[in-house]
T-cell receptor
Framework: KQEVTQIPAALSVPEGENLVLNCSFT??????LQWFRQDPGKGLTSLLL?????REQTSGRLNASLDKSSGRSTLYIAASQPGDSATYLC?????????FGSGTKLNVKP | DGGITQSPKYLFRKEGQNVTLSCEQN?????MYWYRQDPGQGLRLIYY???????QKGDIAEGYSVSREKKESFPLTVTSAQKNPTAFYLC????????????FGQGTRLTVV
């Protein structure tokens, strides 16, 4: 069974810092990996989708990489802002079943 | 607008009652999913369906039931057999292809009173 782990569980940084969130998974037979943002009491908003054949995807200040063979993905956030404060979840797609990590709770201080 | 609508946003259940959570999508997606989220934890899969009139158990299906009579709708019933139903429930949908992107509703918070 696929296991997804996210490190760190929580992160508090001053505004402007660049930061890296980590996601690891045990079964490399995935279709893709997706990063989500979740605000308190809300649903999930998709940030980036990396297909299994890709190494990275970029959207604005966000860059996500995927190393399928080692079972790792990172989400890089450049020049963090207080509005980036949220929980970030990664999910892997195993044949159209999505498995989630428990998230990294990010707090960006003004 | 295209998207996934979950209702109600908040739901209260008395001990021993069954309650049904609604999930509707107008994205024309074949696959729909129900997840449960507990505080500080990731999402756990309850049930999923990849085609109308067919659905499969996820990792924590005990105490839950679903139906998929229409492509757009995937209601979840939390039965009295579910011993600890208080949680945040999220519905998602996706196309059934490789490299699919999942889209989520805004969730229903269920509380047992």
């Amino acid at each position: 069974k696929q296991e997804v782990t996210q490190i760190p569980a929580a992160l508090s940084v001053p505004e402007g810092e660049n930061l890296v969130l980590n996601c690891s998974f045990t079964d490399s037979a995935i279709y893709n990996l997706q990063w989500f943002r979740q605000d308190p009491g809300k649903g999930l908003t998709s940030l980036l989708l990396i297909q299994s054949s890709q190494r990275e995807q970029t959207s604005g200040r966000l860059n996500a990489s995927l190393d399928k063979s080692s079972g790792r993905s990172t989400l890089y956030i450049a020049a963090s802002q207080p509005g980036d404060s949220a929980t970030y979840l990664c999910a892997v797609d195993n044949f159209n079943k999505f498995y989630f990590g428990s998230g990294t709770k990010l707090n960006v201080k003004p | 607008d295209g998207g996934i609508t979950q209702s109600p946003k908040y739901l209260f259940r008395k001990e021993g009652q069954n309650v049904t959570l609604s999930c509707e999508q107008n994205l024309n997606h074949d696959a729909m999913y129900w997840y449960r989220q507990d505080p500080g934890q990731g999402l756990r899969l309850i049930y999923y369906s990849q085609i109308v009139n067919d659905f499969q158990k996820g990792d924590i299906a005990e105490g839950y039931s679903v139906s998929r009579e229409k492509k757009e709708s995937f209601p979840l019933t939390v039965t009295s057999a579910q011993k600890n139903p208080t949680a945040f429930y999220l519905c998602a949908s996706s196309p059934v292809t490789m490299n699919t992107e999942a889209f989520f509703g805004q969730g229903t918070r269920l509380t047992v009173v």
